[in-house]
């Protein structure tokens, strides 16, 4: 998480990878059309990496944002009209969380994934008080440092949480 009211520095190596991308012709679109990114990129990506699927599908990520269009908001960038990619970004008052981030091989190695989080973080969502990543963890004991260092490079900072597995049965005793 990036507590945006306090200073923050991004990573050297990320703004060399910004700066990378500032020289390609990019365009950044927030119309929500999600088919596209989940097909080519997040389904992709999550399938190949992690042998995962999104926890939510198409038709409930769409039903989602339809319930919640001022809440629930997909950022793309594209190279022409080529998708390189993309993040969901989930929105209350106070703070955004990316809940679906992926990225074309060109997408990451352009520098375009970086560019558009550095987007989001320094501009778009600049006003918010929380930048959440989520997540770095593979399941909720195995720490997956890759993520992590990518999500660190933007100068977030490690939140734990405390997890508790309790019988449904004992329900009451929360």
């Known amino acids: 998480v990036i507590d945006l009211q306090k200073p923050f520095f991004f990573q050297k190596r990320r703004e060399r990878s910004i700066e990378k991308a500032r020289k390609l012709n990019l365009h950044i679109s927030e119309k929500f059309e999600a088919e596209l990114f989940w097909e080519t990129l997040l389904i992709p990506n999550l399938q190949n990496r992690f042998k995962l699927k999104p926890v939510h599908n198409i038709l409930e990520i769409n039903d989602l944002h339809q319930k919640f269009p001022?809440?629930?908001?997909l950022h793309q960038?594209?190279?022409e009209n080529e998708l390189l990619a993309g993040a969901m970004?989930?929105?209350?008052?106070?703070?955004?969380h990316a809940q679906y981030i992926a990225g074309s091989d060109f997408g990451k190695k352009s520098g375009a994934l970086d560019f558009l989080f550095a987007h989001l973080i320094k501009k778009r969502y600049a006003d918010q008080h929380f930048f959440s990543f989520g997540i770095s963890t593979s399941d909720p004991q195995t720490l997956n440092q890759g993520l992590l260092d990518w999500k660190t490079g933007f100068g977030a900072k490690i939140v734990l949480h405390d997890i508790y597995k309790i019988e449904t049965k004992n329900y009451i005793n929360l």
């Open 70 to 73: 001022d809440h629930i908001s």
């Open 77 to 79: 960038i594209f190279l």
């Open 89 to 96: 970004i989930w929105q209350n008052q106070q703070s955004v």
